[in-house]
């Protein structure tokens, strides 16, 4: 029997009695002095370029809103949308095939899909779209018949190719090559041993293509395909060396005639910007949708 009447210490299993633990220590958070430093210096900079940008008189706000739904620049945008929409379908379409030309067992058809892209990507946009511009300076005309032997009709390349098609054919084969490369990579990434168990099961070969690896590649291809496109977009402001009047070409104009060299480009940066924004948008939706039961 204990002499005095105090309750007995419990003693847990696992350590000393609850009386004898030392107490927790306090959780003290880390400081980030330097990081603080650098968003008041960022914050500081920003605000400092916004208030410049909207108290300069020599950005010209008004000249600025004058033209930037302009009758001419609006068909201008609309130009645009045309050789982006143009150059990426047919572009991509190419792609494919080509992508498919490298993964062949044929040793032919994968040389030859290699030296397509090896030599679209080695020459520089411009270059291409100047060679398409004067292809009736390199042939006169286009003749159809045997190989090597009589031709049965012909075409003259004077009128066949005129400015906006040499640009969409200049475009889209040089966006063929990068493209071919994006899906080839995509196909690559899906599993080969679901297409070996589809394949085991007895499921057509193209119905493999079409219901198993595209789903699954979509979502390595999209992104990298999505920046192709927005790089195409931006990209058709080099096609006014061929006097198209798209967005870039028709600002350069107004502003050869009036002088207003800065809000006039401000005009065209703030449609690119608007428009690569609605297909970063549009991005982000289509990838959602693929991504339907992946773990991302």
Do not use: C
Not at 185 to 211: F, K
Not at 217 to 225: D, E, Q, T
Request: no cysteine; proline share 6%; glycine share 8%.
């Amino acid at each position: 029997m204990p002499l005095t009447s105090d309750p007995p210490i419990e003693r847990t299993a696992t350590g000393p009695p609850e009386a004898d633990r030392p107490a927790a220590p306090e959780v003290v958070p880390v400081r980030h002095p330097w990081r603080w430093a650098a968003v008041a210096v960022t914050a500081v900079l920003i605000v400092q370029f916004l208030h410049g940008l909207i108290t300069n008189p020599a950005w010209e706000w008004g000249v600025f809103a004058q033209f930037f739904a302009a009758d001419t620049v609006l068909k201008a945008v609309w130009t645009t949308l045309q050789l982006t929409v143009y150059g990426t379908a047919l572009g991509f379409a190419l792609g494919i095939v080509l992508a498919f030309m490298r993964l062949s067992a044929s040793p032919f058809l994968r040389w030859v899909a290699f030296g397509y892209i090896w030599a679209f990507r080695s020459i520089p946009l411009i270059v291409q779209l100047l060679f398409w511009f004067n292809l009736a300076y390199l042939y006169k005309r286009l003749d159809f018949g045997i190989p090597f032997g009589p031709g049965f009709f012909h075409f003259d390349t004077m009128g066949l190719v005129g400015a906006m098609g040499a640009a969409v054919l200049g475009l889209a084969l040089h966006q063929a090559a990068y493209a071919a490369e994006i899906v080839r990579g995509g196909v690559l990434s899906v599993d080969g041993g679901q297409l070996e168990a589809a394949a085991a099961l007895g499921i057509p070969r193209l119905r493999q293509l079409r219901r198993i690896v595209l789903p699954q590649a979509a979502r390595s291809i999209l992104p990298n395909a999505t920046n192709e496109v927005i790089s195409l977009f931006k990209g058709t402001s080099i096609v006014s060396v061929m006097a198209i009047g798209e967005l870039f070409y028709q600002v350069q104009v107004i502003y050869g005639r009036n002088g207003r060299v800065v809000p006039l480009l401000m005009v065209a940066t703030a449609w690119y910007v608007l428009l690569t924004t609605v297909l970063s948008v549009l991005q982000h939706y289509v990838e959602r949708h693929f991504a339907k039961g992946a773990t991302r």
